[in-house]
């Protein structure tokens, strides 16, 4: 089992930069591929990132590749997403996701999620 926290959500104006981490805890945490998700108000919560288990592979939705950065660092038991020049509408809670194995982009399979942090971006 792992427990999640995530971090470094805030206010930020558009156009802004910003690092999010999660925090693993929990033993093995390099066996579980991990994943980020975003929900805004009255909206699903959708896909953003995900990265393998040794972070050699990644992806991403296709609107945010260009903007989003998902890393990991298995030593610290550390999960990122940097995220360059943000916009209003990429104002959202954002939630850390784990599961052993593959990655995916599959929100169903993710078995362990954080409480999630919020984003606002000001116009």
């Known amino acids: 089992q792992v427990q999640l926290v995530e971090s470094g959500g805030g206010l930020v104006q558009a156009g802004d930069s910003l690092r999010l981490s999660c925090a693993a805890s929990?033993?093995?945490?390099?066996?579980?591929?991990m994943a980020w998700f975003r929900q805004s108000p009255g909206k699903e919560r959708e896909f953003v990132a995900t990265i393998t288990r040794s972070g050699d592979h990644t992806n991403y939705a296709h609107s945010l590749r260009s903007r989003f950065t998902i890393s990991r660092d298995n030593a610290k038991n550390t999960v990122y997403l940097q995220m360059n020049s943000l916009k209003p509408e990429d104002s959202a809670v954002y939630y850390c996701a784990a599961r052993l194995g593959l990655f995916t982009m599959a929100r169903g399979q993710y078995e362990y999620w954080g409480q999630g942090t919020q984003v606002t971006v000001s116009a």
């Open positions: 929990g033993r093995l945490f390099a066996n579980y591929a």
